[in-house]
């Protein structure tokens, strides 16, 4: 269903184990190791990079636990994969998690997702990206582009989707739509195949640096916060405004309002409970490893992490939780 290919191990120090996922464990039947498999989303995105890092906090400090971190087109595919038994532990937005846990939109084919949180992370943050030269100035302006609305299974098209509707544009008519990843989307406006890409990383975003950085190429991330209210009364109170700081990005000369979602870690709800306790205590433990992989770890803090999941906590993540007094009681 989706390629398989590790996080680098040189990167990560991650040792390559045969998959088997977490849930089919029992605490009463452990085998000699605990094997997990997070899925993550493409190359060019926070969650490759920041599930790279968690898999390698779960294996260098949990004893006889080894995870690896899988590359999948993101929130969509992953929460499937959970759905299906075929991932432990999956990144995904809450716009996502929420039409998953009610079987909505995507996921009415195969009905609600018995889906639990972890951890609330970061905020998932709505990029419209495009150059300078393609005519492009404003969310409108997109109308008659080609334009990537993000891998098919994303979360980045599920926002791209409510994007689209609260402008009033029909994404089969109106725009010439491709359907990249995140890298591929950066790779074809250098080539100038397209004119602007959606997005949903954190930020800064390792692909975008990268356009922003590439000599005669000049950003512009489009300002839409003034849809938030629109979509959000059609589709759910999911989404919340944003600004991106013009700092984030060379070559931007203004900040850019835009909307933004949750990103959580998310599990099956029939997911061990000592498991799931083990990997939330590893993730706060050892922060400060997932900081030096990635800076948007930074923002993920117990306080946070208890605050505004749209589907309910596994009862080993609220265990951690109410341990550490943070709890909402």
């Known amino acids: 269903m989706f390629n398989r290919r590790m996080i680098p191990a040189s990167l990560f120090f991650l040792t390559t184990f045969l998959f088997l996922p977490g849930f089919l464990m029992t605490a009463d039947a452990q085998p000699k190791s605990v094997r997990l498999s997070i899925a993550t989303g493409g190359t060019g995105g926070v969650y490759y990079v920041l599930g790279g890092g968690i898999a390698a906090v779960i294996s260098k400090y949990i004893p006889g636990y080894e995870a690896t971190a899988e590359v999948t087109s993101a929130s969509v595919d992953n929460l499937k994969l959970i759905h299906t038994q ?66 098919p299974g994303s979360g980045v098209e599920v926002t791209c989707i409510k994007v689209m509707d609260a402008l009033g544009l029909d994404w089969n008519k109106d725009i010439r739509r491709e359907r990249l990843g995140f890298t591929e989307s950066v790779g074809a406006i250098k080539d100038r195949k397209l004119d602007a890409f959606f997005a949903g990383p954190g930020i800064p975003a390792a692909a975008i640096l990268d356009l922003a950085s590439t000599p005669g190429i000049t950003i512009r991330i489009i300002a839409h916060d003034y849809l938030l209210e629109k979509i959000n009364k059609k589709f759910g109170p999911s989404y919340f405004r944003f600004v991106i700081p013009k700092e984030t990005y060379p070559g931007m000369k203004e900040p850019a309002p835009v909307i933004a979602t949750g990103n959580s870690l998310a599990c099956h709800e029939k997911m061990d409970e000592k498991i799931v306790y083990n990997v939330v205590k590893a993730i706060f433990e050892h922060k400060k490893d997932l900081s030096a992989v990635h800076k948007e770890a930074d923002k993920i803090t117990l306080q946070s992490a208890v605050v505004g999941s749209p589907v309910p906590f596994h009862p080993g993540a609220i265990k951690y939780y109410q341990e550490k007094n943070v709890w909402p009681k």
Do not use: C, Q, W
């Open 86 to 151: 075929k991932a432990d532990i999956a990144f995904t937005t809450a716009d996502s998690a929420l039409d998953a846990y009610n079987g909505l939109e995507r996921f009415k084919a195969m009905g609600k997702v018995p889906l639990r949180a972890l951890a609330v992370l970061y905020p998932s943050v709505s990029h419209i990206v495009t150059i300078e030269g393609t005519g492009i100035e404003k969310a409108a302006d997109l109308k008659g582009k080609r334009v990537s609305t993000g891998a």
